[in-house]
């Protein structure tokens, strides 16, 4: 009989817990729909594909995939540190950036510890608390922004981090320079801040803070989030980062699992590191498809939020999504609702290539006039 003799067998973390709900996979959206072309503008990922000396490394260490992968990551992590102009002692990794999330979160909370973060924000924050029966503290955004005064206002002694995203995942807003470090001044020193900027290459704002060079070499007790799953076309192979405090990178170490970042991940991520023309190219392409989505998205009359800052755009629709997203899906799009991230009535659109974003915005208005007939 399902379940039978499980009383007691499972944690009583996991009873509130919901997990993340990735979205539907394309084939499987086809498959059910009858389509011959599906767009997924749904994860956030890069819409180009990896760099072309990252297809390169990953044909040069195929023959040898019989053997497990270097478990320290040491070329990478060498690499990272050389990148950034920082001590080697100071580069974690994980399985993208969501990978050094939950390893900080298991090496620094116990149940009844608490983490305080804005909402809606990234769900994996709270999931990897709930997780280990530590307490999410939500702080509702104002303006589709981290309440910054009240995250600091919602800081006890019973917290141990304060998860930031910066830029904002669903909302793709971002906290002004002077409010982010007026923040950072009234964090304890009994608290790690978590600044995940999983996002940092789209982002063109001269005020943005680069938290590496700014915060992390100036020593403040921070650890900074990157990834090699957006801009670099690798979130098929699960690679992030981040770069912090010595001891917390110690800490990180030993949670982590071992031979978890595969050879190609490593292998690619290396490869893509200092290609800096491409970098640029996809960032002025995101910049202008992302204009176009907001564009489309104001002009079927919805509510955005922005400036969007990263490569998609969050919207309010309605008191709930589902509709429009199943009419859009109905269309072979693919957006995200975001009933799991907090926010029930609203949608997030990655930025795709030029052509699936007018795929898009053709859909959208096709979608809403359909509504209105």
């Known amino acids: 009989m399902s379940g039978e003799g499980t009383h007691g067998l499972f944690r009583p973390a996991l009873d509130e817990l919901r997990p993340y709900e990735p979205g539907k996979p394309v084939e499987e ?22 760099f072309p000396a990252a297809l390169e490394a990953a044909a040069a ?7 497990y992968p270097d478990g320290g990551a040491f070329r990478l992590r060498a690499a990272l540190a050389d990148h950034h102009g920082v001590p080697f002692e100071q580069v974690a990794l994980g399985a993208g950036a969501d990978g050094v999330i939950d390893t900080i979160t298991q090496a620094t909370l ?36 981290y309440d910054l005064e009240a995250l600091a206002d919602a800081v006890t002694e ?3 981090l304060v998860c930031v995203a910066h830029p904002n995942n669903p909302t793709g807003t971002s906290n ?8 950072l001044a009234r964090i304890p020193p ?16 001269p005020e943005y803070v680069d938290g590496v060079e700014e915060l992390v070499k100036h020593g ?3 650890l900074v989030l990157r990834t090699f799953s957006k801009i670099y076309g690798l979130a098929g192979l699960r690679i992030g980062y981040g770069i912090g405090p010595e001891d917390v990178v110690a800490a990180i170490a030993k949670v982590r699992r071992p031979f978890d970042l595969s050879t190609p991940a490593q292998a690619m991520a290396l490869a893509s590191l200092d290609d800096r023309h491409e970098v640029d190219l996809r960032r002025r392409l995101n910049e202008e498809g992302r204009g176009a989505v907001d564009a489309a998205l104001r002009e079927a009359g919805y509510a955005v939020a922005g400036p969007a800052v990263a490569n998609f755009v969050y919207a309010e629709v309605g008191d709930d999504a589902g509709p429009l997203f199943d009419a859009l899906l109905r269309l072979g799009v693919i957006v995200r609702p975001l009933h799991g ?21 053709d859909a959208l208005a096709q979608a809403r006039a359909a509504s209105a007939s």
């Not at 059910?32 to 990896?50: D, H, I, Q, T």
């Open 158 to 160: 019973r917290t141990k």
């Open 29 to 50: 959206v086809q498959r059910e729909l009858g389509l011959e072309r599906v767009v997924k503008l749904a994860s956030n990922e890069g819409p180009f594909g990896p």
């Open 341 to 361: 991230f907090g926010s029930p009535g609203a949608i997030r659109v990655s930025v795709g290539t030029p052509e699936e974003t007018q795929i898009f915005a």
């Open 61 to 67: 260490v195929a023959p040898e995939l019989n053997r």
């Open 190 to 205: 009994h608290v790690l801040v978590v600044l995940d900027q999983a996002y940092f290459e789209y982002v063109t704002d």
């Open 220 to 222: 403040r007790r921070v």
């Open 176 to 183: 002004a320079r002077a409010e982010l470090l007026a923040f």
């Open 110 to 145: 116990d149940p009844g510890d608490e983490l305080v973060t804005g909402w809606p924000s990234f769900p994996s924050y709270v999931i990897y608390a709930r997780k280990l029966g530590a307490v999410p503290v939500l702080v509702p955004l104002r303006d589709h922004r």
